[in-house]
């Protein structure tokens, strides 16, 4: 099985900064895709960035973008998400997302983190 463990989240000020981290554990062969996604108050979960393995190419929510950066450390297994000019809109629990081979197996499986909150005040 793979863990993820998050971290980084907190309170801030609207315009203000955030890094999410989330580090994965366990019997990984190789992780492919890494992503973050959000929980807003009330409201479905949606997706925020996706990184892949391969190129390093990067996606985003139009709502995120240019404000927003994922980035992966393949060596660490780690994904960050670096959140500037935050808005209040942007408050909500934000999980990290993994689609992994697991040592000894062919196909990947799909984990998630357990959520960090991100609160920003206007």
């Known amino acids: 099985q793979v863990q993820l463990v998050e971290s980084g989240g907190g309170v801030v000020q609207a315009g203000g900064s955030l890094r999410l981290s989330c580090t994965a554990s366990g019997n990984i062969f190789m992780i492919n895709t890494m992503a973050w996604y959000r929980q807003p108050p009330e409201k479905a979960r949606e997706y925020v960035a996706f990184?892949?393995?391969?190129?390093?190419?990067?996606t985003y929510a139009e709502s995120v973008k240019g404000r927003f950066t994922i980035s992966r450390d393949n060596a660490r297994n780690t994904v960050y998400l670096q959140m500037n000019s935050l808005e209040p809109e942007d408050t909500a629990v934000y999980y990290c997302?993994?689609?992994?081979?697991?040592?000894?197996?062919?196909?990947?499986?799909?984990?998630w983190g357990q959520g960090t909150q991100v609160t920003v005040s206007s």
């Open positions: 997302y993994v689609r992994a081979i697991l040592l000894g197996r062919e196909s990947e499986s799909e984990y």
């Open positions: 990184i892949n393995r391969r190129d390093i190419a990067a």
